[in-house]
């Protein structure tokens, strides 16, 4: 580290100081022992600035506040049946870990359909994803490889992509929106797979919008990625859609929930459901546990997220005119609250 990134966080230190009890607590459940390192996040997302750092931490801080964030993973979507269906449509899970053991959180990006439940189920069950990664996941790798991890890979399958995905934008830019401004830099690189043309051609568009750190952690791999993951993870940590040319789907693999970390049944999912029933017991103690989701404030977007939204909608508009779709899309309708 450069002396004058180490003086920046001597600064940001210092500034820290300063904030009252609730932020120090709340920093103290976010840093999980890490502070310096939680600082770096931070100035390393506003290029060193640490002005903008303290305040894009403190904003965070009171979001995290206001939100109950920390309370988090004492929230159940229930009953079961729900939950089931968050995950059948919300396709994420942890595959396993790369060889230097980072955590590989695989992403079903095109056929993720956002449709079985309300938009708060899927932020919630987002949010808590993310804090079970940072509060469990990441420790325990930290403790079983000997030296902090504090990031993860992401490989994001685009089997399945359409013109209807414009539907889901919206969603889709407040979750991004939540991660780029309470979770900075938590991701490594990011792996593109089974890319179809249209996000070939939307990356083109995209691609000049990016951040150049944004652009050095995006991979487009050939086909399923398969060749190229196992070069930094073993063939049981490659998520079901990267282990044969062709497989097709997201959704199944040939041995059923057993390989498919998008699933309920997969012992990543159930560990999370688990550990969350398990402390909403402790917290409600001798009463039931409450259903409902969680309502978290929506962070207004960035301008370059709203721009690289507003881009991806025309590249598609443009694809469905190329195709004699205009119909289909015009009818389309950016899911709402």
Avoid at 16 to 21: A, R, T
Avoid at 66 to 71: G, K, L, T, Y
Avoid at 218 to 225: D, T
């Amino acid at each position: 580290m450069s002396n004058a990134h180490q003086e920046a966080i001597k600064q940001f230190m210092s500034l820290m100081e300063n904030v009252d009890e609730r932020m120090k607590d709340t920093f103290q459940n976010m840093h999980h022992g890490y502070p310096t390192e939680t600082l770096w996040r931070f100035l390393k997302a506003r290029d060193w600035n640490v002005q903008k750092a303290h305040k894009m931490l403190i904003d965070c801080l009171q979001w995290r506040i206001q939100n109950e964030i920390d309370n988090i993973l004492a929230k159940p979507i229930i009953p079961t049946d729900l939950y089931r269906s968050v995950r059948d449509s919300q396709l994420v899970g942890l595959s396993g870990y790369s060889k230097q053991g980072l955590p590989v959180i695989a992403i079903g990006v095109g056929l993720s359909t956002y449709d079985k439940a309300s938009v708060n189920y899927y932020v919630q069950s987002h949010i808590q994803m993310n804090e079970y990664r940072d509060r469990v996941i990441l420790p325990a790798a930290t403790e079983k490889y000997g030296r902090h991890i504090s990031t993860c890979l992401k490989v994001l399958d685009m089997t399945g992509l359409r013109l209807s995905a414009l539907n889901q934008i919206k969603l889709l830019t407040t979750i991004s929106t939540i991660d780029d401004l309470n979770y900075p830099e938590k991701t490594e690189t990011y792996y593109i797979v089974n890319a179809p043309y249209i996000f070939s051609a939307c990356w083109k568009a995209v691609k000049p919008l990016l951040q150049e750190r944004t652009k050095r952690k995006i991979q487009v791999l050939q086909g399923c990625g398969r060749d190229e993951l196992l070069k930094i993870m073993d063939y049981s940590s490659l998520p079901h859609f990267c282990r044969k040319e062709g497989s097709g789907s997201s959704r199944h693999s040939s041995n059923g929930t057993i390989d498919n970390c998008f699933s309920l049944d997969h012992a990543f999912h159930q560990q999370l459901y688990e550990y969350i029933k398990e402390q909403a017991m402790l917290v409600e103690t001798g009463s039931p546990i409450k259903q409902g989701s969680v309502h978290v404030a929506f962070p207004e977007p960035d301008p370059d997220d709203t721009k690289i939204a507003k881009t991806i909608e025309s590249e598609f508009q443009r694809l469905a005119d190329q195709n004699g779709l205009c119909n289909s899309v015009n009818g389309l309708k950016v899911n709402g609250d």
